[in-house]
């Protein structure tokens, strides 16, 4: 009986090994190249951006920001707009709003302000590439940590 499990257990592994290495590949959110942070005397934080970013809609909001905007609400507080150089992020909708064909968006900047106390969702803002220019787009996230961390105390 033991051999039987055993056996339908390797089988099983085998199966599931196969169907991974076939999947494909989902590029991975590089830290930023650079970042402006606006967090006082704070630090921002990569794994809070990544975490903010991947924890988007995948719909396109109605809003059409300009550059003058996504600043003015980064830096009503604890605010940050990371720089990539063509960062490919997976969001299928937007995408294929956007022209892409593959189903990724591809980002130059994610302008990331704070949440707003009591939501439950925030706004945030990408520079990415829309049939063949680029602009900002609006997107909501789910992630409504502080990308600013307290920084280091002098003592």
Same mark, same amino acid.
């Given at each position: 009986?033991?051999?039987?499990?055993?056996?339908?257990?390797?089988?099983?592994?085998?199966?599931?090994?196969?169907?991974?290495?076939?999947?494909?590949?989902?590029?991975?959110?590089?830290?930023?190249?650079?970042?402006?942070?606006?967090?006082?005397?704070?630090? !921002?934080?990569?794994? &809070?951006?990544?975490? /903010?970013?991947?924890?988007? *809609?995948?719909? +396109?909001?109605?809003?059409?920001?300009? %550059?003058?905007?996504?600043?003015? !609400?980064?830096?009503? &507080?604890?605010?940050? /707009?990371?720089?990539?150089? *063509?960062?490919? +992020?997976?969001?299928?909708?937007?995408? %294929?709003?956007?022209?892409?064909?593959?189903?990724?968006?591809?980002?130059?900047?994610?302008?990331?302000?704070?949440?707003?106390?009591?939501?439950?969702?925030?706004?945030?803002?990408?520079?990415?590439?829309?049939?063949?220019?680029?602009?900002?787009?609006?997107?909501?996230?789910?992630?409504?940590?502080?990308?600013?961390?307290?920084?280091?105390?002098?003592?």
């Amino acid at each position: 009986m033991i051999d039987v499990f055993r056996g339908r257990a390797r089988v099983a592994l085998a199966a599931f090994a196969m169907v991974a290495a076939c999947a494909p590949a989902v590029p991975p959110l590089h830290s930023p190249a650079s970042i402006e942070a606006y967090c006082g005397s704070k630090e !921002a934080r990569n794994t &809070g951006i990544a975490s /903010v970013v991947s924890s988007t *809609d995948d719909r +396109l909001l109605d809003e059409h920001p300009t %550059e003058l905007d996504v600043r003015r !609400a980064v830096r009503s &507080g604890d605010g940050v /707009v990371a720089h990539w150089k *063509d960062q490919p +992020l997976a969001l299928k909708r937007v995408a %294929e709003d956007l022209g892409e064909t593959d189903g990724y968006v591809r980002m130059s900047q994610a302008a990331i302000p704070p949440a707003l106390e009591g939501a439950q969702v925030r706004h945030i803002y990408l520079f990415v590439r829309d049939h063949g220019r680029e602009r900002w787009i609006t997107l909501s996230a789910y992630d409504l940590q502080n990308v600013c961390v307290e920084g280091k105390r002098e003592s």
